[in-house]
């Protein structure tokens, strides 16, 4: 199974679009009136930008590097999708927000999703270095 840098830097990017997202609609839900755990203000918004942009900088970041070196990125992006899934999964647990838990639901496949990706791309690149040093060392 090959998982390569363009999926890899495409699902980082749909994740980070979505994290993004997900912040800005509950920001302007909170502030519709609808009841809420936590007042979410600057702070979910700030948060979600900076999340997204980090799945975003990330997935570029892991298709700069030759494969068999990708080890740091990969390892990193793997992290924060978990992180990512994470936080969707509390979001899902959040009261009073009806049809606009939706969100939290699409963030949570997303951030699945690309965890899965990623991992799994950062065994095939631990693979692929392995079988380099191999024949370097032969």
């Given at each position: 199974?090959?998982?390569?840098?363009?999926?890899?830097?495409?699902?980082?990017?749909?994740?980070?679009?979505?994290?993004?997202?997900?912040?800005?609609?509950?920001?302007?839900?909170?502030?519709?009136?609808?009841?809420?755990?936590?007042?979410?203000g600057?702070?979910?918004?700030?948060?979600?930008?900076?999340?997204?942009?980090?799945?975003?900088?990330?997935?570029?970041?892991?298709?700069?590097?030759?494969?068999?070196?990708?080890?740091?990125?990969?390892?990193?992006?793997?992290?924060?999708?978990?992180?990512?899934?994470?936080?969707?999964?509390?979001?899902?647990?959040?009261?009073?927000?009806?049809?606009?838990?939706?969100?939290?639901?699409?963030?949570?496949?997303?951030?699945?999703?690309?965890?899965?990706?990623?991992?799994?791309?950062?065994?095939?690149d631990?693979?692929?270095?392995?079988?380099?040093?191999?024949?370097?060392?032969?």
């Amino acid at each position: 199974m090959s998982m390569n840098k363009e999926l890899v830097t495409k699902s980082a990017f749909a994740a980070g679009t979505i994290c993004i997202a997900t912040g800005i609609l509950y920001s302007v839900v909170a502030a519709s009136g609808v009841e809420y755990a936590v007042p979410p203000g600057i702070l979910v918004l700030g948060s979600s930008i900076i999340g997204g942009s980090a799945l975003i900088v990330a997935g570029i970041w892991q298709g700069m590097i030759e494969i068999g070196n990708r080890g740091l990125p990969l390892a990193t992006l793997s992290a924060l999708a978990g992180l990512y899934t994470l936080a969707n999964l509390v979001g899902t647990q959040l009261p009073e927000l009806g049809g606009w838990r939706a969100m939290f639901y699409v963030g949570l496949v997303a951030g699945a999703a690309l965890f899965v990706i990623t991992t799994g791309s950062l065994l095939e690149d631990q693979r692929a270095r392995g079988r380099s040093s191999d024949g370097q060392n032969a």
